[in-house]
C-alpha cells in the first residue's frame, strides 16, 4: 500500500528543493504543511510577513519533529527584486509554487496601490529571477523544472444565473484586486511564450478552512457569531460563491504542478455554489447544535451597504483538470464546515490576535 509519503515523493518525482512564495498564507501555509508531513523534499518559504501573514501552523508541526534540515523560512518583500534574486540562487528550486498575494477585495478598493506592487511587480521579479535562475539549470534540470502560477476565478469577472467559468472563459476582472491577478496570470504565460518558462496556472474558486486569516467571510460569520455580535452581510445575500476546502485545492495544486500540461492553465473549483446568505445560514445551523442556548443565530444576520464592483456570481468547471489530472474535491461543504467551525471555536485565541493586529 502506497503511504503518505511515497505518493507525494513520487508525485514530485525529481523536484526536490520546492520554494513557496506567500507560504505565510492561508493556502501557502497548507502546502508547506502538507510538504513537511508527506514528503522528503526541501522546502524554502519566503514571505513579506504582512498584515495576514501568519506562521503558527507551520511552527505547530515543526514543533512535531526537526525539520530543520529540509525546511527554511526567509522574509522577503517581491518587490525587492534584490532580494527574490538571492532567495532563488540560495534555494535552488526545481519547482516554484507561487502563492503569494494581497488578496483581499475591499482592501483593494481601499488603497490598490500595494496590490499593484504586490501582485504585479512582486510577479514580475519573481519570473525575472525565476528565468535567469531556469537559463543557469543543466538540460535534465529544466526538463523536471516548474513554475506554478495560482490564481483565482475572480480574473474572470461575473457569471449571471447560467454558466461557468472554464480555462477557456475572457478575462473580464472588476476590482483592483483581480485587476492585479488577471496581470500577474499573462505576465506568467507570457514568459512561458517569449522566453519558454516552464509554467502552468490554477485559477481557484473561494476556498476556506482552517487558519484563514479572519477577515474573509466564513471566519468573519464564525467569529462575529461566536462574540454573539452581528454578522455582515452584503447587499441583498444574493451573490453565489463556488467554496473549495483548502486541503482539496492542494492537492490539485500538486497535480497541476508535477501532472499538469506546461503553458497550460486548470481551473479548480469545489462543486460548492450557494449565496453568501445560505453560507451564513449553514454557519447559524450548525453553531445551534454547538450552542442551542444562544439559538438562533440566525437572528444576528445583519445586511450592510454592497461592497462595489461586487461580482454576482463565480463558479467553476473543473472537468479539465478532473479528466486530465484525476483529481476530484474528496469532501463535502457542509461536512467541512462543521470541521472549520469546530477549529475557530477551539483557536478563539489566535483570531483575536490577528484581528487586533490588523491594520
Not at 87 to 105: F, G, R, W, Y
Not at 252 to 265: E, P, T, W
Not at 303 to 318: S, T
Request: aromatic share 10%; charged share 30%; proline share 4%.
Amino acid at each position: 500500500m502506497m503511504t503518505k509519503n511515497s505518493y507525494l515523493n513520487e508525485l514530485l518525482g525529481n523536484r526536490k528543493r520546492i520554494l513557496v512564495t506567500g507560504g505565510a498564507g492561508f493556502i501557502g501555509g497548507a502546502v508547506i504543511r502538507k510538504l513537511l508531513k508527506e514528503s522528503t523534499s526541501k522546502i524554502f518559504n519566503i514571505d513579506k510577513i504582512g498584515y495576514a501573514s501568519d506562521l503558527t501552523s507551520i511552527d505547530e508541526v515543526l514543533k512535531t519533529k526537526d525539520y530543520s534540515d529540509r525546511y527554511k523560512f526567509e522574509k522577503i518583500d517581491l518587490s525587492n527584486s534584490d532580494q527574490i534574486n538571492k532567495a532563488i540562487k540560495d534555494s535552488n528550486p526545481d519547482l516554484i509554487m507561487h502563492l503569494a498575494a494581497e488578496s483581499h477585495v475591499d482592501r483593494s478598493i481601499q488603497g490598490p496601490e500595494v496590490f499593484i506592487n504586490s501582485n504585479i511587480f512582486g510577479t514580475f521579479n519573481l519570473l525575472e529571477a525565476t528565468r535567469k535562475h531556469y537559463e543557469s539549470l543543466s538540460n535534465k534540470r529544466r526538463h523536471d523544472f516548474r513554475f506554478l502560477h495560482i490564481s483565482s476565478d475572480e480574473v474572470f469577472g461575473s457569471l449571471g444565473l447560467k454558466g461557468f467559468f472554464s480555462e477557456s472563459t475572457s478575462y473580464d476582472p472588476r476590482s483592483p484586486y483581480s485587476a492585479s491577478k488577471a496581470s500577474s496570470d499573462h505576465l506568467v504565460r507570457s514568459w512561458h511564450h517569449t522566453y519558454q518558462l516552464p509554467i502552468v496556472i490554477t485559477n481557484c474558486s473561494n476556498n476556506f478552512g482552517p487558519w484563514q486569516f479572519p477577515e474573509k467571510l466564513i471566519p468573519v460569520a464564525i467569529n462575529k457569531a461566536l462574540a454573539l455580535k452581528s454578522i455582515p452581510l452584503y447587499g441583498d445575500g444574493e451573490n453565489i460563491r463556488d467554496w473549495l476546502y483548502v486541503d482539496d485545492h492542494v492537492d490539485a495544486l500538486f497535480l497541476a504542478a508535477n501532472k499538469g500540461k506546461v503553458g497550460d492553465s486548470y481551473c479548480v473549483g469545489g462543486y460548492g455554489e450557494k449565496k453568501n446568505i445560505e453560507i451564513l445560514k449553514i454557519i447559524c445551523k450548525i453553531l445551534d447544535e454547538i450552542y442551542p442556548k444562544h439559538s438562533p443565530f440566525e437572528r444576528l444576520i445583519k445586511k450592510v451597504e454592497d461592497r462595489k464592483g461586487h461580482d454576482r456570481r463565480y463558479a467553476i468547471d473543473p472537468s479539465k483538470i478532473r479528466t486530465e489530472l484525476g483529481w476530484e474535491p474528496k469532501y463535502q461543504l457542509e461536512e467541512r464546515l462543521k470541521t472549520t467551525i469546530h477549529w475557530y471555536i477551539k483557536n478563539k485565541n489566535w483570531s483575536q490576535r490577528l484581528i487586533k493586529n490588523s491594520p
